[in-house]
């Protein structure tokens, strides 16, 4: 029952990790901690399995690394969407000063 503990209190680590970053933004940090998800959760479906856990106890942990992951997915795809529209508003620009420099170009010749 011990290692059932241990393996609780790492995916409960795990979760505040996943939370703190995904909190700041930090897709690096969620990157590596989402690595560590199915190292922690697979010994605790193990001893579910072997009927040493309570199954609502693993279950309410799942559903949590599951709310994490939407989250993150949802934070992910603001993330992208904003950073697709900061490259048009800079394409915009870009192509709006060529034009101008095009236009001052022909006034002078």
Do not use: C
């Not at 193990?46 to 309410?60: I, P, Q, W, Y």
């Not at 994490?68 to 969407?81: C, G, L, P, T």
């Amino acid at each position: 029952m011990a290692d059932v503990k241990a393996h609780l209190d790492k995916l409960d680590r795990l979760m505040g990790d996943l939370g703190r970053a995904l909190a700041d933004s930090d897709w690096e940090a969620l990157a590596k901690l989402n690595a560590e998800v199915k190292p922690s959760v697979e010994p605790l479906m193990a001893s579910l399995a072997a009927g040493e856990v309570d199954a609502e106890t693993v279950r309410t942990r799942l559903q949590e690394i599951q709310q994490f992951v939407d989250a993150a997915n949802a934070s992910a795809e603001k993330a992208r969407n904003e950073a697709r529209e900061a490259l048009k508003g800079v394409n915009q620009n870009r192509n709006a000063a060529r034009t101008y420099q095009n236009v001052s170009t022909n006034r002078s010749s």
